[in-house]
């Protein structure tokens, strides 16, 4: 697997030349919770899309 270091220069080298700090940035958070959810549905700590319905129709 690659080094976060490295993800970071790739995904930069793919943003447009006119990109801003706050694209950077954005990108980043994303790649980021992405990642994150992906974890969590690896590792099984997911709801079903049932579930979340339940929860908040009985407030």
Do not use: C, N
Not at 4 to 29: C, G, H, M, N, S
């Amino acid at each position: 697997m690659s080094s976060v270091k490295e993800e970071a220069k790739k995904l930069i080298d793919r943003l447009p030349d006119q990109v801003t700090w706050d694209d950077i940035l954005y990108e980043f958070y994303v790649k980021k919770k992405i990642a994150t959810g992906i974890k969590a549905a690896e590792e099984g700590r997911i709801v079903s899309h049932k579930e979340v319905k339940k929860r908040f129709l009985s407030k």
